[in-house]
Every structure is written in structure tokens, then in C-alpha cells.
């Protein structure tokens, strides 16, 4: 079929649905992009694993939110993006006109509504940009000296960097990452970059050899070493300073919090699985120590954008971090590698 595109469907079921479907119909203030690389997130695996409170029961969606493409049509009243155009996408869209909008937190809005849960996202060959994603600044043209797979990095990347500003480090902290996937070997180069010491905690020894590479001045891993002690002995008994829980883990989490300085940050950057949310905090060590607990979810469009710069002048490097590349055909298979955390960074893409 002519107008057809494959897509890959999400239908409330572990198993996603490869079918064959019109290419999306675009109004005259809306874009088409051609999706050539679209990253698998952990959001997306818990997606399907349990669902999302966005998603509601018996709908389908597209899932894919970490998108990079090609502008392939646009309507009438567009006046930018032109066709052609290499474009890397931030996901969240907000209503525009309430106030944490008008902070530029369209991600927090009430009314927020995203690639890959809301709407269709990007784990199909074409998608359709609503005429708010363009007004609000998530499209981003890209130069020709970065990849569309580095683009479609600039996601996560971003949230990574709103994770860690969140904490407000300071050159010559320690600052502990808790997981070393993709997230964490982020949170690395970036701590690195601002002058933080940085201590990784991975059961995975291969995933701590590359953080090492990133710059991790001291990697352990927990199943051999004790936690507690590790940190305490890494930082002269002080504790971190900073710490990064980019694991979905509810232990990680209070362990976290055990191991930090006096105004010690720690940031539950990893969501938890729906059910198990609750987590037991030491209350008292909060409290004499002065501690502070936060989290962050998604990104700003500004924080994208920086993203975006750190990419494009090679102050971060996210290319190697792609370890797998599958077409949107083998997309069963992609999120099955994504899911055994065999590699760092698994890639679907959907026009190769
Ligand atoms: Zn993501
Ligand atoms: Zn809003």
C-alpha cells in the first residue's frame, strides 16, 4: 500500500503489535516527521510491563518517545520546520497557559500530553507533530555533524541533566550513581564535567568498566561489597554529598539517603513500579543531618535544548552508549535486549 507505514503498537499487554497502518494525516498547523531513530527507555519497558497512569485501559498507542527524524510533509500554515529538515524531538507538550507552562515546565503541566504515552510516538516509520509541539519549541534542528541516533539520546540526556542540577553540585563534591546504564553513564560525564568526584555502585561489572571509562573515579559493586561501608570508606566517613538513584529500586533508594553527607541531595530518578511505592525512609538521619530528598521526571524545553548543545560541541559523548540496533520489524526482539540489560543503549530504526 502506497500511504501504509509499519508501526508498532502498544495495546495494554506485554506484547507489542506490529501492524501495518495509514501514514498519519497531518492538519494544516502540523508536521510529519520521518522517524529514523527511536531509542527504548526504561519508561517504556515498565510500560508494558504495568501499564502507566496516562495510558488508559483499551487504548493503543505507539509507543517511543526518545525520537529523532526527518520532516516529510508539513501543512499549509507551517511556516518552520521546512521538509527536509533533520529534527531532533523533546516529547512533553503542555497546555500553553497554566502556570507551571508559563515557567517553562510544560513537562509538570496538568494537562501534559507526550509522544509514546499520550499520543502516538515514535516506534513507527511516520509520525504526526501536533501544531503545540512546534509552538512550544520541542522541535530542534539539528546539525549535520550529529547523528540521528545521537539526537534521539538527547532526551534521556536531558533529563539527566535536569537530575543532576536538581541537586545544585558543586565543583570537587562526591557525587554517588546508583546504576550504571545508560542514565547513570550520563549522570557520570556530566558530574565529571562540573567538577564532581564520582563513585558508581553496579552489579554489573561490565556496565562498571564503562563508567570508569566516563570518567568514574571509583566503581564497586554491591553484591560483593557492602553498600554502607563502600561509600563511607570511598569519602573518608563523610558520606556523598550528592546521590543519583537511577535504578528502580525502593531499597536503592533508602540506602541512598543512609550514605549521604550533612546537606547531603540525593535524587529518586528512577521511577518505581506502580504498586510498590512506597519507601522507607530514616527519618532522624534526615533530620540531623539537614538532608534533602528530591526527584525529577522528564525535562524543560531549555534543558533539552542545552542537551541538544552538549551533544552538538562533543562535550558529552552518547554515540558509544548505543550498543544495539534493531529495524521496527524486530522491535519484540529490541525490547527484549533492552529488557536483559545485555549492552547499554538498545535503537529502533523505523526507516532503515
Ligand atoms: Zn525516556
Ligand atoms: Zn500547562
Not at 503489535?17 to 495509514?22: A, D, F, G, P, R
Not at 499549509?76 to 524531538?89: C, Y
Amino acid at each position: 500500500m502506497e500511504n501504509s507505514m509499519l508501526a508498532a503498537v502498544y495495546k495494554g499487554t506485554p506484547e507489542i503489535e506490529l501492524i501495518e497502518t495509514k501514514i498519519p494525516e497531518i492538519r494544516s498547523n502540523e508536521v510529519l516527521l520521518k522517524v529514523n531513530a527511536a531509542g527504548i527507555c526504561g519508561t517504556d519497558l515498565r510500560i508494558l510491563k504495568s501499564g502507566h497512569r496516562r495510558i488508559p485501559d483499551g487504548a493503543r498507542i505507539v509507543l517511543g518517545h526518545e525520537v529523532s527524524g526527518e520532516i516529510a510533509g508539513v501543512g499549509s500554515q507551517v511556516i518552520w520546520p521546512k521538509v527536509g529538515m533533520r529534527i531532533s524531538v523533546a516529547p512533553n507538550m503542555g497546555c500553553g497557559y497554566c502556570g507551571r507552562c508559563v515557567q517553562g515546565f510544560t513537562q509538570l503541566c496538568g494537562n501534559y500530553f507526550s509522544f509514546g504515552v499520550v499520543i502516538d510516538g515514535a516506534f513507527a516509520q511516520y509520525m504526526r507533530i501536533p501544531s503545540a509541539a512546534i509552538e512550544q519549541g520541542n522541535l530542534a534542528e539539528i546539525a549535520e555533524h550529529v547523528t540521528y541516533e545521537e539526537a534521539a539520546m538527547v532526551e534521556p540526556l536531558s533529563c539527566v541533566f535536569r537530575g543532576l542540577m536538581a541537586c545544585r553540585p558543586q565543583p570537587s563534591e562526591t557525587v554517588l550513581i546508583i546504576g550504571a546504564g545508560a542514565i547513570g553513564l550520563m549522570f557520570v560525564q556530566l558530574a565529571k564535567m562540573l567538577g564532581a568526584r564520582v563513585i558508581v555502585s553496579s552489579r554489573n561489572d561490565e556496565r562498571s568498566q564503562q563508567s570508569k571509562r566516563f570518567g568514574a573515579d571509583l566503581t564497586f559493586n554491591p553484591k560483593e561489597e557492602d553498600f554502607h561501608e563502600a561509600v563511607f570508606s570511598a569519602t573518608g566517613g563523610q558520606g556523598a554529598d550528592i546521590a543519583i538513584v537511577a535504578a528502580p529500586s525502593s531499597q536503592a533508594q533508602t540506602n541512598a539517603i543512609e550514605v549521604l553527607a550533612h546537606h547531603g541531595r540525593v535524587n529518586f530518578f528512577g521511577g518505581l513500579p506502580q504498586g510498590n511505592e512506597i519507601t522507607p525512609v530514616n527519618a532522624n538521619m534526615v533530620h540531623y543531618k539537614e538532608l534533602f530528598i528530591t526527584g525529577t521526571t522528564g525535562s524543560s524545553i531549555r534543558e533539552y535544548r542545552t542537551a541538544l548543545s552538549l551533544v552538538d560541541s562533543g562535550q558529552v559523548e552518547v554515540a558509544s552508549l548505543v550498543t544495539h540496533r534493531f529495524p521496527l520489524g524486530q522491535i519484540a526482539e529490541a525490547f527484549q535486549v533492552a529488557r536483559s540489560k545485555e549492552g547499554i543503549k538498545t535503537i529502533v530504526l523505523p526507516n532503515y
